[in-house]
């Protein structure tokens, strides 16, 4: 389950919440369990990063340093551990889907069952259409639980059948955003994920152009990054461990092969770029880094806005101390200030569009685009195959 962003100040999560049950899901191609335990219940917790810091004691742990610099937030949760790793924000997906529907009893299971139980979705004739129906209501409502346990912001996965129809994900987030108005999630509390084709990124800059905030994924390249940067999107995800991956076992991406000429790792490389890019241009975006595969990603990333990382790497984070003075040797990597003395090329600068987002996207973005496309789309239609066969359910 992917996790996302700081909190809007005024929320947090209720310290009677109680959980029950066992959910395993997977978020992209990452499995992760989330154990749900009985009649547990948890404090209260603060807007931020939510990881308790031991500097006042005059000891930290690495922990404690690295969120100095930039918002780390869980990639996976263990709820056994979320006093450890508390979640700020939370993602509502297809797969999160098919991981309830797949167990008998979680605390999100009546949020599908009401959603299969909706007498809007009903009474449509259309078999594709009503599935349509009960997917949605279904996002919807497992959203509006996750709301109420992250103090933070949600972000809603857009069909990715519609990626390459700018007015379908238009419809599609409108669609969204008035079933979480009817159940009193207010839009500041949302964020809407959609794919980083051209079409999803016209599609940002006309929902961000009504207030309504936008969360990009699958950016591969740096003509993605800054296409969407200009579009105003409230989110740049880049997935920098999927990068590294290509690169050792595919060649002939130019922009690959320029990081990899230079000495430098090309998912870390296009983090880089793109951060100081938003930075020294102005661009509202706020930068995420994935699919971070070990520490040394995260060191060498310190300053980014925004770091996912897995629970292992936070883990060894947490169990290393270091002493104040060390503390001061996590050396920002990124900044509003260097930045600021980045060189862009001229050929980088221009105003992205349509032909020129084609022309400059190389064969790992491509294929990497394409991947989580067929990944999301497929996971789609097995929710929907799954809806379809237990419908209606027992209490309709």
């Known amino acids: 389950m992917s996790l996302t962003l700081q909190s809007p100040p005024s929320s947090a999560l209720s310290s009677s919440s109680c959980l029950q049950g066992r959910l395993r899901l997977s978020a992209g191609s990452t499995t992760s369990s989330l154990l749900f335990n009985v009649q547990r219940t948890f404090p209260r917790i603060r807007a931020s990063t939510g990881f308790s810091s031991s500097i006042d004691t005059g000891s930290t742990t690495e922990l404690d340093a690295v969120s100095s610099f930039s918002e780390i937030v869980p990639d996976t949760v263990i709820f056994d551990d979320f006093e450890k790793f508390p979640p700020t924000a939370a993602t509502v997906s297809s797969s999160l889907l098919l991981g309830i529907s797949s167990l008998p009893d979680t605390i999100f299971r009546n949020a599908v069952e009401m959603a299969l139980a909706d007498s809007e979705c009903y009474g449509l004739e259309k078999s594709d259409t009503r599935l349509s ?222 032909i020129s987002l084609a022309s400059a996207m190389g064969p790992a973005s491509v294929q990497l685009l394409s991947a989580g496309l067929d990944g999301y789309v497929n996971q789609a239609k097995r929710v929907e195959e799954f809806f379809g066969k237990i419908w209606p359910p027992p209490n309709v």
């Open 133 to 354: 129906c009960f997917f949605n209501k279904a996002l919807v409502n497992v959203g509006g639980d996750l709301a109420n346990l992250v103090p933070g912001r949600v972000s809603t996965e857009v069909d990715a059948r519609l990626a390459y129809d700018t007015h379908g994900i238009i419809r599609k987030v409108h669609d969204l955003l008035k079933l979480y108005n009817d159940i009193d999630v207010p839009p500041q509390r949302l964020l809407f994920k959609i794919p980083s084709t051209w079409q999803g990124i016209e599609a940002a800059r006309l929902l961000e152009s009504e207030g309504i905030q936008t969360h990009l994924t699958f950016v591969y390249s740096f003509a993605q990054a800054a296409a969407a940067a200009q579009a105003g999107a409230s989110v740049i995800q880049i997935f920098v461990g999927r990068i590294r991956d290509w690169a050792r076992n595919q060649s002939g991406d130019p922009e690959i092969e320029a990081a990899l000429k230079r000495g430098e790792d090309p998912g870390l490389a296009l983090a880089t770029k793109a951060y100081n890019y938003i930075h020294k241009y102005g661009h509202k975006s706020k930068l995420m880094a994935a699919a971070v595969r070990n520490k040394q990603d995260l060191f060498s990333l310190l300053g980014v806005d925004y770091i996912i990382a897995p629970l292992k790497v936070l883990q060894s984070l947490k169990e290393s101390n270091t002493t104040p003075d060390e503390k001061y040797s996590f050396v920002r990597r990124l900044s509003p200030q260097s930045a600021a003395s980045y060189s862009f090329s001229d050929e980088e600068l221009l105003k992205w569009d349509q």
